[in-house]
């Protein structure tokens, strides 16, 4: 960490600081130049508070040097995290693609979609049973009963199921659950964040549209700090000007993210683009980018989907993408 | 509403669509032109999901006229709201000021801004106890003992409080508190809002930091369609490309939210900007505008304040803004 | 176009409106319902102002449903542009790549770098001559010189070079320059636009930091307007609130851009991460989403480039990278 | 400037770093920890290129302390710039209102204008001649005839003038123009910016839609770096997320840049906001908000302005508001 003075700092002000630091076990290394003084900071400075130092008089700027996350961080875990469900792993080089309809909406709905994700090379199932949606006069999910027809379609297939939890108390209710999915709205509900570290089930974290990229690591780090080792980091789309698509969906965060974190990395083009005609193509580059999985939204019946219709794609459509993204994660793995 | 279809639309397909437009009650008006048709649609469109259309295959467009909130919307409630929190009133025309720490550290603490507050025209006491920190080694808050001693303060002043809740679970805590704050990052909790919906207790929404005006009246109504009619909107900062303040301060809020809705409009400077001494120009800024109050950090002592210190005021610093925002309020509202 | 009036709306008003809108010939289609009254508007909307309308008292809002451009629209030209320069051609399923340094620097260095660039399997030289410069502190460039250079290695190599103008003035120096380059910061220069309709040459026209698909369409149609059918349309990032990445790169443009418009899209992953190592995978994600090119920074000695030097890669690591592309491209144009 | 260096960095290009340093008269002060090496370079840091230190092999990051831009620093130049049209003094805590409309469209319009804005107490006549339209179809000002009138106008009033300039070709038309204005979109339009810097004319310099602080302050730099030290900042909204309003007005830019820079800064509610019924409230922020001054449009009959006819208030709205800012300019600056 960096401290930047203010020109003719208070000695006082300045000695006290210096002091505090040294009780955290910081050593300070000034740089006195003629118009401004640097203090550098060596040690474990993560869990220091920059608010602290920054609202001191004499303190005219803070500068972080290390990330305020550990756990999450690839300088202090350099191999891949690899994540099994059952017999999968997810990172680490596979390709994971999960698919599924936004919401469960009947036993023969998810079912089918399931038979047919699982056919085309899918495998996990996704669905929403518990649905966040903005309005709240639109279809809030099936709730416990889609959690059941979730399950029903994991016996009948033999897929891991992936599915929404809005809240800690509803935790008792997804013991059967293979990957609790966090929502983007909620990548920053702390107390929910606090619970899921506590389980030892995988959680898909949803990075949130206003939150950058160490804003989604910290988001980790809530969950790994409390002793759950299974994180996913998963994009989809951050909110800008264009509005074109629903969101912009930032694939620089794969390489990204990798180089910060030894996490794995998935992509949800679906919710990015918000158009299922721009789906396949994020969904290609998103592998070929590096990307550990994928999260796609699969719907028999778009047109009468009970939400997010026009973001879903059909089985069929499905089917050769799969085929697509199979050559291209090939291709971009072959030796050169 | 209106849909814009695709150039020749199945026929099958379009009749399917006005039959079904027609049992939930909502009359079409058709325009065909040479290069595209166009359905006006009459009636209560509020409740009709635009997804469901858009993914219909004989769609181009649909464009929503109508606002998708009722109970938030001044077009049915053109008188403005004015919430009374004992003999307070906010909204309406009056200047309610809340103000306090980020954070209750302690009895001595908490009382003696309380009494700095009050002295110099503060309406409401701030103070967190439970505190949504993005990093989890950060000081989380006094959490239950913090609200007990708000309410210890509100005892020794008489001031009214307002504080954070950050999960249904702890409403039980909240029993004697006067105002519940909803913080940006669960602005889209909607397990949060539904709940405080069934409360009876005005709630301070704040706009989360990627949400548009219609976003946030969104969760407004959640609030109200529970039941709720108290709630007061807050604008703390948006996240934008600027890294020189925390967030960008959206002070058109102001204006727009009082045409859109007929909920009160309250302004956080403290947070918006990050910076204590952007606080003042900003707070005047607002009630200049014509915010209906503000909600400011102040702080004995900013730099040992356990979170927030480089944006909280000092009670010398509070006492002489109060003076400035009263006669602004007054040079804002006088005769001309 | 869409005219939503506000309720009970003057009658001589409207009236006007009507008569104005039936001299530009527009048909006029009333939807009235009983709280609002819907105009559709048919026929040629793309050169009526939306601002003339809006600012009526009676109106409410307006909204477009045709685009307002045409000459870059695909829906009046359904295939897809081909650029040709030389024997190259731009567009319609090719993979072009564009490479080279930042700046020009030296005789040896642009040679050096143009041979290695073809060798790889690069088509077209890159190079600055006139450099955009945030500070005016900084390296502005070769200017003159520097475009001599790139003609000397143009004639050394064969390879069409690309360099960026910054204002009309320089026009007659950019005679034997292949491809001209409109920078992001002028992307809405429309005084140099205005001049690059009027030429015959290939532009390639940078996305503005702040600007929409619609906004980048629009500035394409100005030198379209004027008579130049050749534009390259290339996405280099948006500015969001992400600090890692220099910008966002926008890679759901690419299907974007390419329902809109019949132009070709490249992309610049040199610029958009501000990090030699996010290029190589962003530049793949580019190609597997369809991309009909890119261009990126290649340096024999990116320490020592006189800018841009973080966001170079070398002439190895563009060989490797070339090779990798190939085979994305084939995976991605494949038969399935 | 603080440059970061990778674990272990190889000892011969950290010498010839700090050769290098040395060579620019920069004194090199590092910090060694066990887990990374901190350099603190000390001296005049404000002409090295962040981008040829970060490009190096053995750095991990580097970040600036000192801004890099001097002629516009106020910590080099403690006073108010003051700058003076006429009689007039624009900034050192006086209130400068610019009014008029969008474009000159005739000799009456403008003259009409302007008497009305002079009687209110609007000090400087504004009316676009050239326009920058995002439309290559929208009209396009009147031009040079459109200037003709502007120095008409001022005849007639006595009012200084203040137009827009898109390109530094058009200098010789402006000579009798008072303020020369830099529209957003050529913010970083360097050879514009340059050929200003030769004139001693003062610029209003407008802020580009994703432009930060420091680069408006880099623009500006531009500007006074050529000799020409009447340089005038101007906010008029970034681009965000939010669509209700054209553009988010950034207040907190007003003792941001007052902190920063010793140049005047002046608010665009009307462009900012694109809706004139959002213009007084906003024009009352800013002035409480300690802005120097306002840029209004004001048309004698918005609905048949030729452009931006939304955001255009009446003259009589205009007189109104105009009393309306002096009460509050005389309550924020009143003794307390």
Redesign the interface.
């Known amino acids: 960490m ?1 401290v ?1 003075l203010k020109q003719n700092p208070d000695q006082e002000q300045l000695n006290g600081l210096l002091r505090w630091l040294e009780a955290q076990n910081i ?1 300070v ?1 000034p ?6 003084t ?1 203090l ?1 900071l ?2 474990d400075t ?2 220091i ?1 920059v ?2 130092i ?4 004499i303190v005219d ?1 803070v ?1 972080r ?2 990330e ?2 550990k756990n999450a961080n690839r300088k202090f875990h350099p191999d891949d995290t690899v994540i099994r469900v059952g017999d999968l792993e997810i990172g680490g080089g596979t390709m994971t693609v999960i698919a599924g309809p936004c919401s469960v909406e009947s036993e023969e709905q998810i079912i089918g979609i399931a038979k047919a994700v699982k056919k085309s090379g899918g495998a996990i199932l996704r669905g929403g049973a518990f649905k ?8 809030q999910g099936m709730q416990i009963e889609g959690i059941r027809l979730l399950l029903k379609a994991k016996e009948a297939t033999g897929l891991p199921i992936c599915t929404e939890i ?4 509803q935790l008792p209710l997804f013991e059967d659950v293979d990957i609790l999915q966090v929502g983007a ?2 990548m ?5 964040l ?1 619970a899921l570290g506590k389980t030892r089930k995988p959680v898909l974290l949803k990075r ?3 939150c ?4 989604l690591l ?2 980790a ?2 969950i790994l ?1 409390g002793g759950n080792t299974d994180v996913i980091l998963c994009e989809r789309g ?8 629903r969101n ?5 965060c ?3 993210l990798k ?2 974190s030894h996490l794995p990395v998935i992509i949800d083009p679906s919710h ?2 918000g158009k299922s ?2 789906v396949p ?2 969904a ?7 990307a550990d999985g994928l999260i796609i939204e699969v719907h028999n019946d ?9 973001q ?1 794609i059909t089985p069929e459509a499905f089917d ?1 993408l799969y ?2 993204l199979d ?2 994660h ?3 793995g ?1 030796e ?1």
Chains 1, 2, 3, 4 share one sequence.
């Not at 047109?303 to 219709?309: L, R, S």
């Open positions: 960096i930047i050593e290394h740089t006195v130049g003629t118009h401004q640097i550098g060596i040690g993560s869990e508070d608010d602290l920054s609202a001191l008089d700027n500068k040097v290390q305020p996350y966040p949606r903005t309005s709240p006069y639109a279809f809005m809240d800690a108390s709205r909620n920053q509900n702390f107390s929910l606090k949130g549209m206003a950058s990229y160490q804003d910290m988001s780090e809530y700090a951050i909110r800008t000007f264009e509005t074109y698509t912009t969906l930032d694939l620089a794969i390489p990204s180089t910060l990015a683009t005609a721009l193509s994020m290609c580059a998103a592998i070929a980018a590096g778009p047109p009468h989907a009970k939400c997010d219709g026009p879903s050769k085929r697509r050559a291209i090939r291709a971009a072959e050169i």
